[in-house]
């Protein structure tokens, strides 16, 4: 049985252990479980910052999306974007992470969301085909950052 719903409490074990996959895969980031499990549960428990989407099969996590709410003044409107997308590896190949990414889509849409912005690591290149399957689209703006700790 596969079903996705909001995160709770329990799946954060799960949750940190999915994003160390994902920050090894990353060139920006690295895993740190106790920064992953701080910042899962501050966005557990202040709905107003943003959702975990969670993927399970057969009640297990499989998958996770991080829905983070935004404004946007180019927009006129809340905006989402759509950080920590994976699906387990022995979960991938069979639609569950388009499956997942388009249930958030239609999430955003319902609660009147007028764009989801996503950053992917530039050398993933199953990532960004994933990505334009789904219709995103490449941007002209750049990300920079600077760490303030």
């Avoid at 329990?10 to 740190?32: G, H, K, M, N």
């Avoid at 955003?108 to 085909?129: F, P």
Wanted: aromatic share 6%; charged share 30%; net charge negative.
């Amino acid at each position: 049985m596969i079903a996705i719903d909001f995160a709770t409490e329990d799946d954060l074990p799960q949750l940190a252990d999915l994003l160390a996959e994902l920050f090894t895969l990353e060139s920006d980031f690295q895993p740190d479980r106790d920064r992953q499990l701080r910042a899962l549960r501050l966005i557990l428990g202040e709905p107003a910052l943003g959702r975990l989407f969670v993927l399970r099969v057969d009640d297990k996590v499989a998958g996770i999306a991080n829905a983070l709410l935004t404004v946007s003044t180019a927009e006129g409107g809340r905006v989402l974007l759509l950080e920590d997308v994976i699906v387990r590896s022995e979960h991938r190949g069979g639609g569950l992470g388009r499956r997942l990414v388009e249930h958030v889509l239609a999430w955003a849409q319902e609660q009147g969301m007028t764009r989801v912005t996503l950053l992917a690591d530039r050398d993933n290149h199953a990532a960004l085909d994933f990505y334009r399957r789904l219709g995103f689209e490449h941007s002209n703006m750049r990300v920079l950052r600077k760490p303030l700790a």
